[in-house]
T-cell receptor, first 115, second 111 residues
Framework: NAGVMQNPRHLVRRRGQEARLRCSPM?????VYWYRQLPEEGLKFMVY????????ESGMPKERFSAEFPKEGPSILRIQQVVRGDSAAYFC?????????????FGPGTRLLVL | QQQVKQSPQSLIVQKGGISIINCAYE??????FPWYQQFPGKGPALLIA?????SEKKEGRFTISFNKSAKQFSLHIMDSQPGDSATYFC??????????FGTGTSLTVIP
């Protein structure tokens, strides 16, 4: 039973480029959460999605950031026109549709470096 | 503002000793308090979790103590081992929504 998968694991972008981060939740999980972790800091919530719906995007920057979780395929976190301050580790987590929904299982993260 | 405050920032413990990490929260609506362990270059992994209707939960060498009136909870690692060296995060959530994480504690267990 594969865990949460994220790719790429490392991503280097130049300022102004776009970054696309992918997250495939665990089998049977339909809730996806994205978090950002800056060096020496805890994880900060960005967005919570269910299939085809954004449930809570209160942690997302108002500009340049977007997220989706289509009916088919992985969840995508998209950062347009990246800036150096976007350099961080981005983690997604998933939880099941029913049952113990509080338990979130994290992926290995994507480490974004903006040059 | 920081919804969950965690201390200490770093901790050094002798092998076989007890590691204690503390967290405090303000929002009484929180109803789920997990602890996560993170090794360098990896994602956080769930270690143990507690709900506010119990005051203590133990799993192996790991124990959560929960004080609802003080709005505090702590992680105790008994018989700490070098393999426990990692960063530990407490978190809190309500109704299965987003987690609010503490800032993390870097634990080093020296042989």
């Amino acid at each position: 039973n594969a865990g949460v998968m994220q790719n790429p694991r490392h991503l280097v972008r130049r300022r102004g480029q776009e970054a696309r981060l992918r997250c495939s939740p665990m089998k049977g999980h339909s809730h996806v959460y994205w978090y950002r972790q800056l060096p020496e800091e805890g994880l900060k919530f960005m967005v919570y999605l269910q299939k085809e719906n954004i449930i809570d995007e209160s942690g997302m920057p108002k500009e340049r950031f977007s997220a989706e979780f289509p009916k088919e395929g992985p969840s995508i976190l998209r950062i347009q026109q990246v800036v150096r301050g976007d350099s961080a580790a981005y983690f997604c987590a998933s939880s099941p549709l029913a049952g113990n929904r509080e338990t979130q299982y994290f992926g290995p993260g994507t480490r974004l470096l903006v040059l | 503002q920081q919804q969950v405050k965690q201390s200490p920032q770093s901790l050094i413990v002798q092998k076989g000793g007890i590691s204690i990490i503390n967290c405090a929260y303000e929002n009484t609506a929180f109803d789920y308090f997990p602890w996560y362990q993170q090794f360098p270059g990896k994602g956080p992994a769930l270690l143990i979790a507690i709900r506010p209707d119990v005051s203590e939960k133990k799993e192996g060498r790991f124990t959560i103590s929960f004080n609802k009136s003080a709005k505090q909870f702590s992680l105790h690692i008994m018989d700490s081992q070098p393999g426990d060296s990692a960063t530990y995060f407490c978190a809190a959530s309500m109704a299965g929504n987003q987690f609010y994480f503490g800032t993390g504690t870097s634990l080093t267990v020296i042989p």
